[in-house]
């Protein structure tokens, strides 16, 4: 038994921190900004990518992360000279950074995608396009998700 | 398997039409695991195509990441009456198919 209040108290002090548990979380493997950036660049190569053009419509803030619904829109009168080749959609740090790739071309009418994604974490999503004139064009959104997905226990 | 697809039936020749789609499939992401640690093998449709009178008019490379029950929407000119078809092609020699017509005047 400590006699002395600094003893008590270094004592005490030393219980806590001993006595905590340590909490250890399994990270899942997770996709980080550099994996993103090497995704992109696959697709990109070394052409610039100019911020413009590329609307995403996502929520910001998610409570299932399961089921995002997502819209991309670009920008372009989808003419024979003048249309959106593809678009391209990724995010952060999901366990991949890749989404989904969509191809278009001028017989579209109109460059919109919508589907429903899964998301693991807060993270930022980006959309980018591919236009008739090889040029890329990007939007980033940040998502605030508060259950993930992907990575649950099965039961 | 189980498609639902949304295409009007009719259009004016020229117009650009919503196409929806959606089809049943687990999309089972390869990253998750069982309550005793064994790791869920991952099943998913990796590709998607529509077809308009034998012509693709929109293609996507899906991933882990596009929820389950995949939901496709995009567009298309009407251009001719005719026939729309769609292919999903996935893991493990998953394949399914599905069709819709449209009358354009």
Known sequence: MPTTRRQFLSLAGGVTAAGTIPIVTLRPLQANPAMLNTAIRNVVGEAPVRTGKVKLDIPPLVENGNTVPMTVTVASPMTADDHVKSIHVFNEKNPQPNIGNFYLGPSSGRAQVATRIRLADTQRVVAIARLSDDSFWQIAVDVVVTMAACTEEMN | ?105
């Open chain 2, 1 to 105: 398997m189980a498609a639902l697809i949304n295409v009007p039936a009719k259009a004016r020749r020229g117009d650009v039409i919503e196409i929806r789609t959606l089809t049943s499939h687990i999309m089972e992401t390869g990253f998750r695991h069982t309550a005793d640690g064994k790791l869920v093998p991952r099943d998913i449709i990796t590709s998607f195509t529509c077809r308009y009178n034998g012509t693709e008019i929109f293609r996507a490379d899906l991933f882990p990441a596009i929820a389950a029950n995949p939901y496709l929407s995009f567009f298309t000119v009407a251009r001719e009456s005719g026939r729309f078809e769609f292919e999903w092609i996935g893991d493990n020699g998953y394949s399914s198919t599905a069709s819709a017509s449209i009358t354009v005047e």
